[in-house]
């Protein structure tokens, strides 16, 4: 065996029991503890964990020397991931989501102070965008997934039935719970539930000590850096129908990005695809752009505005965030026929690419 083999074994060999020790004794249920904490090796020092949630995956990394308490706060992060989507998914039909959109029209419906907030926080956003973030659009996506199915667009009709039943001014949000001001309407958090399930797990973080970290759900990621000598992360904006303009990278210290857009998901109908990003104004599948990046102070605020952005389009979407405090945007759209993509932004976003 030459040295080289030699030594890569050895590092493997290291490496394998580095991982059975980390993913070993810690955290409570089985799942847990077999949940695998490995070292990116990308960084010195860190460590970090991949799971399932909100239909998409996550990674969580921590910068710090002791693994076990890598591990402690890793899986604590991650539960209070899986905390807020058990509460907002609606695909869960005991969420809380779920239980609103059941009751909402007749009753009021008890709330944890995570679905309040983000509610609140929704209607903050639908305001900001004027309308063009609204979480109570959902009528519209049940009616575009039935029409997916049918394989036909639906008709003027059934469009103006479901915009009767939206509009989060509609909503009613207590400090116990929420109901809503007309029967048949519904909420899908899906468009801010992922930033704020960042937020929430890079405080878990913070709070367990860390002075260093990344929150990946999805592809939006939030990252903090407060080393001695800060050391930029490097993410990549992720590429909208894959290979159409070179990739972009972005140096991020403390602060979010995410990115929407309609080139993971879609309804597609005879030969055409619609995103899964609909404008609650008009009820049609949004149209203008193929890929927003939004950089904010929080992820919350960066999951609603690239979901809002993707709605409102290349010139009102790049005005509406120039016009916003410490908010920088990227539009990525198809050129006509297939062509290459074009990339445009406000202005101080090159301050944050590599
Ligand atoms: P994102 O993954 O952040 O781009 O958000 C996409 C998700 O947001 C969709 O899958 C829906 O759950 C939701 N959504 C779609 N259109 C809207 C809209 N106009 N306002 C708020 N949420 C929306
Ligand atoms: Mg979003």
Redesign the pocket.
């Known amino acids: 065996m030459s040295a080289r083999i030699l030594k890569a074994a050895v590092t493997s060999g290291f490496f394998i029991l580095a991982m059975i020790f980390l993913s070993g004794i810690l955290g409570g249920d089985a799942a847990k503890q077999s949940l695998i904490v490995r070292r990116d090796n990308t960084r010195p020092n860190t460590f970090c964990v991949d799971f399932q949630t909100m239909g998409t995956d996550a990674t969580l990394k921590v910068c710090i020397s002791d693994p076990s308490r890598a591990r402690q706060m890793l899986v604590s992060a991650m539960d209070r991931i899986l905390e807020i989507e058990s509460r907002m998914s609606t695909y869960l039909p005991d969420s809380e989501s779920s239980q609103l959109n059941a009751w909402g029209g007749h009753r009021h419906v008890p709330l944890s102070q995570d679905t309040i907030y983000v509610l609140k926080q ?1 209607r903050e956003i ?1 305001e900001t965008t004027e309308g ?4 109570t ?2 009528p519209l ?1 049940d009616l575009w997934r039935a029409a997916e199915m049918e394989d036909r667009l639906p008709s003027a009709e059934d469009i103006e039935n479901c915009l009767q039943r939206t509009g989060i001014s509609n909503v009613k949000v207590d400090e116990s719970g929420s109901r809503f001001k007309k029967e048949g309407m519904q909420v ?5 539930a ?2 704020y399930a960042i937020d929430e797990a890079v405080e878990v973080l913070k709070k367990h000590g860390a002075v260093a970290g990344l929150v990946d759900i ?1 592809g ?1 990621i939030r990252v903090f850096e407060g080393g001695k000598i800060p050391e930029p992360w490097k993410i990549m904006v992720n590429d909208p129908r894959g290979g159409k303009h070179p990739p972009i990278y972005l140096l991020l210290r403390d602060v979010a990005v ?4 309609d080139y993971a ?1 879609y309804f597609r109908i005879g030969e055409e695809r619609y995103s ?5 104004r008009d009820g049609w599948p ?1 149209e203008d752009a193929s890929s927003v990046t939004v950089i904010a102070p929080r992820a919350i605020l960066a ?2 505005l ?3 952005i ?2 409102m389009g290349i010139r009102e979407g790049l005005k509406l965030a120039g016009s916003l405090e410490e908010v920088e945007c990227m539009i990525i759209s198809l050129g006509s026929a297939g062509g290459y993509a074009q990339v445009e932004q406000t202005s101080g976003f090159e301050n944050y690419t590599d």
């Open positions: 929704a639908a063009a973030f609204d979480p659009y959902a996506r899908d958090l899906g468009g801010i992922k930033g999805g939006d995410a990115t929407s857009g998901r899964h990003i609909i404008d609650p949004a999951d609603g690239a979901t809002a993707s709605v």
